[in-house]
């Protein structure tokens, strides 16, 4: 991999001057590459990780789906009309027991049932669903999520 990408993936907040000096390129050469990179479609967007605190009014949930693939286009054509959601963050073909993984958000457990039941469900070739909901995240994206304060004392056994 890129190192400049790399590093863009650490931490996209880096500043040019900040990335020259970490991979050696001139400043000018970095702005270039990441225009370059972004023109490309290499780098996609970029996000903030946002403690669960913060974004207390939204529910995410993982969602397992069993398809039948289409025979001239695969998983193609329902992944396309799956991901067109608002609700879907991401949308990934998946080897094992299932065969897409869907993120989604929404602002109560109702909605995402809801969209479960009335949208996903309903769609042509999807067999079987199964929802997780996600009730604590501790790290995401290589980001430590809760900064607990560590227990000093030791363990002390009666």
Known sequence: MD???????????????????????????????IKEYEHNGIIKGY??????????DNVTAFIEVKVTPKADCGFDDIAKTIMMYDEVESLTLMSGSFDLAITISGTNYKEIALFVAQR???????????????????????????????????????
């Open 120 to 158: 996903l469900s309903t769609i042509d070739g999807v067999i079987s669903t199964t929802t997780h909901f996600t009730l604590k995240r501790y790290k995401e994206k290589g980001i430590f999520i809760e900064d607990e304060a560590t227990d000093e004392r030791g363990f002390v056994s009666p």
């Open 3 to 33: 190192t400049l990408i790399k590093l863009l993936k650490q931490n996209a907040r880096l500043s040019c001057k900040e990335l020259a000096a970490m991979t050696g390129m001139s400043e000018a050469d970095v702005e270039k590459k």
């Open 47 to 56: 996000s903030a990780i946002v403690a669960d605190e913060a974004d207390e």
